[in-house]
T-cell receptor, first 113, second 113 residues
């Protein structure tokens, strides 16, 4: 009865590199949300996905960021050409249909050098 | 433009006493509210929620009060325990379905033994 899994837990990248963050939702959950938490801030919504569909990406920067939730496998948040301002904790949450809030994973802490 | 505000960054309470955490919101479309608890290096954990059709919801030591006219909610923890020491986030959404959450910046609660 595993919870939401995220990996890696810590990721260090140099400016200009790519970061790939993975989220495996809880079993039976088909809805995934990604949130970002900057230091001393609350969590900010980035993107909401269902299997093979992006439902709402209104919180995601238009450039360099993309997300997917394929039919098989984890949801991926991809950040291309990372900059220092991308350093943050990235959390995903999953929920079954019709449940608000969701269950959060432990987060991936991205550090850009 | 912060739609959910937690104006107290920190709060210290003695063990056994009541902890009251406050949250204000500006968006009158919000109709579902949640409180999350977060320990360092972990994801947020759902605590309690309330729909706008209610003004109070209770779960064990935790009670959430909602004042719609004042756009204010509060979380009461009684009696407070050292294990309650964590950062508490207030969150709001429009609707109770799968909609993104808007989070406050959090209040760090310290319960002193």
């Amino acid at each position: 009865n595993a919870g939401v899994m995220q990996n890696p837990r810590h990721l260090v990248r140099r400016r200009g590199q790519e970061a790939r963050l993975r989220c495996s939702p809880m079993k039976g959950h088909s809805h995934v949300y990604w949130y970002r938490q900057l230091p001393e801030e609350g969590l900010k919504f980035m993107v909401y996905l269902q299997k093979e569909n992006i439902i709402d990406e209104s919180g995601m920067p238009k450039e360099r960021f993309s997300a997917e939730f394929p039919k098989e496998g984890p949801s991926i948040l991809r950040i291309q050409q990372v900059v220092r301002g991308d350093s943050a904790a990235y959390f995903c949450a999953s929920s079954p249909s019709g449940t608000p809030g969701g269950f959060f994973g432990p987060g991936t802490r991205l550090t850009v050098l | 433009d912060q739609q959910v505000k937690q104006n107290s960054p920190s709060l210290s309470v003695q063990e056994g006493r009541i902890s009251i955490l406050n949250c204000d919101y500006t968006n009158s479309m919000f109709d579902y509210f949640l409180w999350y608890k977060k320990y360092p290096a972990e994801g947020p954990t759902f605590l309690i929620s309330i729909s706008s059709i209610k003004d109070k919801n209770e779960d064990g030591r935790f009670t959430v009060f909602l004042n719609k006219s004042a756009k204010h909610l509060s979380l009461h923890i009684v009696p407070s325990q050292p294990g309650d020491s964590a950062v508490y986030f207030c969150a709001a959404s429009v609707g109770e379905g799968n909609t993104p959450l808007v989070f406050g910046k959090g209040t760090r609660l310290s319960v002193i033994a």
